[in-house]
């Protein structure tokens, strides 16, 4: 059987968190490029509006819903309001993500808990949310945008090495209770990709040498899309200029 790559996501139905800023804006941008009706989630209204005017003047389709991923209710009615408006949802795509970074040593409870409760907390609590929306749905996906740091660690990284561990580990779960309501789950474990947040946490990085968001869209996008007898459950990105990281 030969994996067909369809080219259009007209119809579908698109949540994606962390969408007013880096890898997340550019997949809700590239997921409405190809016709899916998105719904961009995000702290700031503002910045979330943006992206939808720019949806939108593109000829797409966008909603915003500003929540805070780690609110239980915030979630909640922002996957309910997305139901009641569109009917279900095809794509859950959990991009959401924060870092403190630091010596272990020097972490606050504070800091601890609130990384925790975006990069791990959020995923969970959107998912739970979600799959009874997704449930039933031909070609429903799950897409969680782990990190290298989900797979390895790195010194001043461990409250944010230890969410993308948490995450990794409820991804590993929810593949296999999901695969028998025919929603499959996917990670995406990128390294380097120029954004704020890495740029915050590696100043030292050359940033014409990182990864672009385009780049992890159209990973993202390969992922929805494909349809076949093959299934890729995890993908790990790293810049061209870097050491493999094979496990």
């Given amino acids: 059987m030969r994996i067909i790559m369809t080219n259009s996501l007209e119809g579908r139905v698109a949540l994606v968190t962390g969408a007013s800023r880096g890898i997340g804006r550019a997949i809700a941008l590239r997921l409405a490029e190809e016709g899916a009706h998105v719904t961009l989630l995000a702290r700031s209204g503002d910045d979330l509006d943006q992206v939808v005017s720019e949806i939108m003047a593109g000829g797409g389709s966008a909603a915003a819903a500003v929540a805070d991923v780690a609110d239980e209710a915030q979630v909640r009615h922002a996957v309910c309001d997305l139901v009641a408006r569109e009917g279900g949802i095809d794509i859950l795509v959990n991009c959401a993500g924060i870092g403190v970074f630091g010596p272990i040593a020097e972490t606050s409870t504070e800091d601890w808990d609130r990384v925790m409760a975006v990069n791990a907390r959020g995923p969970f609590l959107l998912c739970r949310e979600a799959v009874p929306a997704m449930s039933g749905r031909e070609g429903a996906v799950i897409i969680n945008i782990s990190s ?93 200029v870097s050491s493999p990281w094979f496990c």
Avoid: W
Wanted: include cysteine; charge should be positive.
């Fill in 148 to 240: 290298v740091v989900g797979v390895k660690g790195y010194v001043n990284q461990g409250a944010y090495t230890a969410s993308k561990h948490a995450l990794m580990g409820m991804t590993k779960v929810l593949s296999q209770e999901l695969q028998p309501l025919g929603i499959r789950v996917h990670t995406i474990c990128p390294g380097g990709v120029d954004t704020d947040m890495v740029a915050n946490a590696r100043p030292d990085l050359d940033r014409s040498v990182l990864m672009t968001t385009c780049e992890i869209a159209e990973i993202a996008l390969f992922l929805i899309t494909q349809r076949g007898n093959a299934i890729v459950d995890q993908i790990n990105v790293r810049r061209a």
